[in-house]
């Protein structure tokens, strides 16, 4: 599905001014139709896959307990 700059600066929840500079640098591929560039949606969905892995890898490790030091106990 293609959707506009604005559209596509909603779905990101991003600034319609920086999708567009994202667009010209070509790190968003986009179809120029004459009057405005076209966004294909499905090009977002690996990075929000990737994303999410990420988060769940994160929290994952936040929530390991501390090991408790062997060092801790030992006074000399």
């Given at each position: 599905?293609?959707?506009?700059?604005q559209?596509?600066?909603?779905?990101?929840?991003?600034?319609?001014?920086?999708?567009?500079?994202?667009?010209?640098?070509g790190?968003i591929?986009?179809?120029?139709?004459?009057?405005?560039?076209?966004?294909n949606?499905?090009?977002f969905?690996?990075?929000?896959?990737?994303?999410?892995?990420?988060?769940?890898?994160?929290?994952?490790?936040?929530?390991?307990?501390i090991p408790?030091?062997?060092?801790?106990?030992?006074?000399?």
């Open positions: 599905m293609y959707k506009t700059i559209e596509t600066a909603e779905y990101l929840s991003m600034d319609i001014a920086k999708v567009r500079a994202l667009v010209l640098e790190r591929r986009a179809i120029h139709d004459g009057n405005q560039y076209l966004i949606q499905a090009q969905k690996t990075h929000f896959e990737d994303v999410e892995k990420y988060r769940q890898k994160i929290q994952e490790y936040l929530n390991e307990p408790e030091d062997i060092d801790v106990k030992d006074e000399d």
